[in-house]
Nanobody
Framework: VQLVESGGGSVHPGGSLRLSCATS????????MSWYRQAPGKARELVAV????????HYADSVKGRFTISGDDSKDTAFLQMNNLKPGDTAVYYC?????????WGEGTLVMVSS
C-alpha cells in the first residue's frame, strides 16, 4: 500500500494550492479518504473527509468555504483544493485512507503560507 502526497509549497496569504494523494495497493473506491495536517508544535488535526459512498464531504470549521476535497476513482487519487490560504494553514498535510480496521498514511507534504 502506498499513499504519496504532492502539491505542497510556499504561497502568500490569499493564494491557492492543490494537493494530490496518489494511491496504490488497495481498492481506492472502498476507502474513506481524508486529509489531516500538523502544524509545528501542535497535534495532528482532521481537515477534510471524502466519502466514496456519496455522502457529503466533511470539513473542519477552520477550512469550510475555502478547501474542497475530492476523489478520482479512475486515477486512484484524492485531492485537496485550498483557496484563500492563511498563515494559520501552514502545516504538513497528510493523506489518509481508512476502512474498518485498515488505516494507511502518506509521508506528508509541506504547505507554508507567509507574506
Amino acid at each position: 500500500v502506498q499513499l504519496v502526497e504532492s502539491g505542497g509549497g510556499s504561497v502568500h496569504p490569499g493564494g491557492s494550492l492543490r494537493l494530490s494523494c496518489a494511491t496504490s495497493g488497495f481498492i481506492f473506491s472502498w476507502y474513506q479518504m481524508s486529509w489531516y495536517r500538523q502544524a509545528p508544535g501542535k497535534a495532528r488535526e482532521l481537515v477534510a473527509v471524502f466519502h466514496n459512498t456519496g455522502d457529503p464531504p466533511h470539513y473542519a470549521d477552520s477550512v469550510k468555504g475555502r478547501f474542497t476535497i475530492s476523489g478520482d476513482d479512475s486515477k486512484d487519487t484524492a485531492f485537496l483544493q485550498m483557496n484563500n490560504l492563511k498563515p494559520g494553514d501552514t502545516a504538513v498535510y497528510y493523506c489518509n485512507a481508512w476502512r474498518y480496521d485498515e488505516d494507511y498514511w502518506g509521508e506528508g507534504t509541506l504547505v507554508m503560507v507567509s507574506s
